[in-house]
């Protein structure tokens, strides 16, 4: 069993950043963040395998969210600039094998969320 440790999040005004850590109990291969605004499904929003990895994420926020890997390889951060509204919902940390990160199946392993409001 992988334990997934979230922190970060926050209020903050449309155009500022956020700055989102995960901490996982112990090495695993795929780690990455997922959202669930109110009212709509659960939706990807970036995944990293190893370092030498390219990571995926979802085109809403391409080249305003940064996801990399820290302190070891057990943590991952997820730089979020350039906030909007559209951006505010709950967020989770995830994790499972390679396939998950190639986008080919749901990660196994989920932290509880932490919630990110974007204030307009």
């Known amino acids: 069993q992988v334990h997934l440790m979230e922190s970060g999040g926050g209020s903050v005004q449309a155009g500022g950043s956020l700055r989102l850590y995960c901490a996982a109990s112990?090495?695993?291969?795929?780690m990455g963040w997922f959202r669930q605004a109110p009212g709509k499904e659960r939706e990807m929003v970036a995944v990293i395998g190893s370092r030498a990895s390219r990571p995926s994420y979802a085109d809403s926020v391409k080249g305003r969210f940064t996801i990399s890997r820290e302190h070891g390889e057990n943590t991952i951060a997820l730089q979020m600039d350039s906030l909007n509204s559209g951006d505010t919902a709950i967020y989770y940390c995830?994790?499972?094998?390679?396939?998950?990160?190639?986008?080919?199946?749901?990660?196994?392993?989920w932290g509880q969320g932490t919630q990110v409001t974007v204030s307009s």
């Open positions: 112990q090495y695993i291969y795929c």
């Open positions: 995830a994790a499972g094998d390679r396939a998950v990160c190639n986008l080919y199946s749901d990660p196994t392993f």
